[in-house]
């Protein structure tokens, strides 16, 4: 059964700073991975998805994010965090085997002045 | 192009009451499925329905019944409702359940109150 641990609850970061949200991610066959955003009282948007190909991925906003398939890790960054990047982030994995998205439990970034 | 809506937006219930939530796509989707958010949770999945014509279980699906409807249309009913169901539930929908297909795009949510 596949995964996702996102160990982060909470991060606190001053706004221009960087932020590395954290997922780790458990399958033992080739997954399809995604980031969610959900800003407060909204549903969730995708971010940013690795499917194949280059391990680094872009999305939107600025973030990007790196599959490590060693580490089994899809960590979500950010070089300069701006005050509406306040929101919760969901990790996700998906594979075909079990033809669901399973999420982890999201991690609330709050970015402070 | 709304996308994925949901309908109603807020709800409160009495203990036993039953509801049905309404979500529709236009995005002529083949898949489309319901979770539940709860806090420290994340999202889980009620219940899903991969093309028209079929439903099936997922994670957490005691409590719940679905219709698809068409395939614009999948509702989440619940019969008898229990203080446990109080969360906010999301529809979401996808072209397919395979690989580049599958991702997932959702509805505003509705915020369920269960006295």
């Known amino acids: 059964a596949q995964s996702v641990t996102q160990l982060d609850s909470q991060v606190p970061v001053f706004e221009e700073a960087p932020v590395e949200l954290r997922c780790n991610y458990s399958s033992s066959v080739s997954v399809y991975l995604f980031w969610y955003v959900q800003y407060p009282n909204q549903g969730l948007q995708l971010l940013l998805k690795y499917l194949s190909g280059s391990t680094l991925v872009k999305g939107i906003n600025g973030f990007e994010a790196e599959f490590n398939k060693s580490q089994t890790s899809f960590h979500l960054r950010k070089p300069s965090v701006h005050i509406s990047d306040t929101a919760e982030y969901f990790c996700?994995?998906?594979?075909?085997?079990?033809?669901?998205?399973?999420f982890g439990t999201g991690t609330q970034l709050k970015v402070e002045l | 192009n709304a996308g994925v809506t949901q309908t109603p937006k807020f709800q409160v219930l009495k203990t036993g009451q039953s509801m049905t939530l309404q979500c529709a796509q236009d995005m002529n989707h083949n898949s489309m499925y319901w979770y539940r958010q709860d806090p420290g949770m994340g999202l889980r999945l009620i219940y899903y329905?991969?093309?028209?014509?079929?439903?099936d279980k997922g994670e957490v699906p005691n409590g719940y019944n679905v219709s698809r409807l068409n395939k614009r249309e999948f509702s989440l009913r619940l019969e008898s409702a229990a203080p446990s169901q109080t969360s906010v539930y999301f529809c979401?929908?996808?072209?397919?359940?395979?690989?580049?297909?599958?991702?997932?795009?959702f509805g505003p949510g509705t915020r369920l109150t269960v006295l």
């Open positions: 979401a929908s996808s072209p397919g359940l395979a690989g580049v297909n599958h991702e997932q795009f």
């Open positions: 996700a994995v998906f594979t075909g085997g079990g033809n669901k998205l399973t």
């Open positions: 329905s991969a093309s028209e014509g079929t439903t």
